[in-house]
């Protein structure tokens, strides 16, 4: 069996040194410095692995999002009705892995970094994109040619509530979250 070397494993405490820096602070105001202390390597390791600072954000998102997809890939497997697609996919937005308060901070910083970086941008379109797309696909057989419309707004709810947790003192509750997406969805295609 081949020997696991230290590259990734390192990288992978990096990002998830990152996730939590991010996280305690609230901000991209985190130094390469301070994540490679969390993760119990050097800054020089970490410039090493990553390059800079928003090449590890970007790679500590790419890590975000590749958990959000296995947890909607995981409900969509278990989905036997267009309903339950779309539920499989609000599931995953607020899944316990998705929606906790570091990985919420990271996904608001990673909006504001979108802002000024243009790879930061290209990947926030990407998911933005496999959302609203994923949701329509869900979404076409119960209200048809609605279904790009209610996407976009089924996907703005979800930001929204990311929004909103990130600005709450109450910790989060993916439960509630995707009951609320869930409610609206419902009165949508009924209406």
Do not use: C
Not at 59 to 83: C, D, I, K, P, W
Not at 88 to 109: P, Q
Not at 114 to 141: D, E, F, G, K
Not at 142 to 161: C, N, Q, W
Request: proline share 4%.
């Amino acid at each position: 069996m081949p020997k696991l070397g230290m590259e990734p494993i390192r990288r992978a405490a990096l990002i998830d040194a990152t996730i939590a820096e991010i996280g305690a602070t609230g901000s991209l105001d985190v130094t390469v410095g301070q994540i490679a202390r969390r993760a119990g390597v050097s800054s020089g390791l970490a410039h090493h692995y990553f390059g800079g600072k928003e090449d590890i954000l970007l790679a500590a998102m790419r890590h975000v999002m590749r958990e959000y997809a296995r947890e909607v890939l995981n409900g969509l497997q278990r989905a036997n009705t267009s309903l339950a697609r779309v539920e499989a996919i609000v599931k995953g937005s607020f899944a316990i892995s998705n929606f906790r308060e570091d990985t919420i901070a990271a996904w608001l910083n990673f909006y504001v970094l979108a802002l000024s970086s243009a790879p930061a941008r290209r990947l926030h379109r990407i998911y933005a994109a496999r959302l609203r797309s994923n949701l329509s696909h869900a979404l076409r057989p119960l209200v048809e040619s609605r279904a790009p419309d209610l996407a976009a707004r089924t996907a703005a709810l979800i930001d929204g509530l990311y929004l909103h947790q990130g600005l709450a003192e109450a910790p989060p509750d993916g439960e509630a979250a995707t009951r609320h997406v869930m409610q609206f969805v419902e009165r949508e295609i009924g209406g």
